[in-house]
């Protein structure tokens, strides 16, 4: 086929198929820019609902936040009474566990006359009066308390026999000792 059209026409066919295909690109250009905005408005419209759900949310949570706000008030005064509580136990003395201690280091043969315990007995030096049925047996005593871990600085102050005695116990021994606070807290065994 043989192409026997002007010079000028063929440039205006040529012309106008180009405008069809920059048409069309127009068309397809501006309905891809509205789909976008279509796209972008239908994101906008969820992040405004949702923005609006987690304000709902922020201020379902502020007031039960509020309700919680007594129950750790009462947590924080519980814990206050515990950690007194705990400084009261560690500072408490068990007398019990300083007899227990005493009588076990006190031999057969011998008695106490008195013991007087304080809080301020701990740590500080305090005499022990004895009754023993025979010498050695009050420096059977004197040499317990020396091996136990209840007591330190032991040192005999006074040893007397009164002959003639009726209760039994004719030696009189007195006894310096000092006893560990560790004796009031802890069963130490020897």
């Known amino acids: ?5 002007p010079y000028d026409a063929k440039k205006q066919i040529r012309a106008a198929r180009m405008n069809v295909v920059l048409m069309r690109y127009f068309i397809v250009i501006g309905l891809a820019a509205l789909f976008l905005a279509a796209i972008s408005g239908a994101v906008y419209v969820v992040l405004l609902n949702t923005q609006e759900s987690a304000k709902a949310l922020t201020a379902a949570n502020e007031s039960k936040a509020g309700a919680y706000g007594a129950v750790q008030t009462q947590i924080a005064s519980f814990r206050a009474s515990l950690s007194t509580a705990k ?19 006190v031999p057969s043969g011998v008695v106490l006359d008195n013991l007087n315990l304080s809080s301020a007995t701990f740590g ?6 004895a009754h023993a049925r025979t010498n050695k047996d009050a420096l059977a005593l004197k040499q317990n308390f020396q091996n136990s871990q209840l007591f330190s600085d ?4 006074s040893l007397a026999t009164t002959p003639g005695d009726s209760t039994g116990y004719p030696t009189a021994v007195s006894i310096s000792v000092v006893i560990n606070k560790a004796a009031a807290t802890a069963v130490v065994t020897q």
């Open 154 to 157: 032991v040192s005999l102050v």
């Open 87 to 105: 400084s009261v136990i560690d500072q408490s003395v068990s007398y019990s566990n300083v007899l227990t201690g005493i009588a076990r280091v």
């Open 124 to 129: 500080a030096p305090i005499t022990l009066l």
């Open 1 to 5: 086929m043989i192409n026997l059209l």
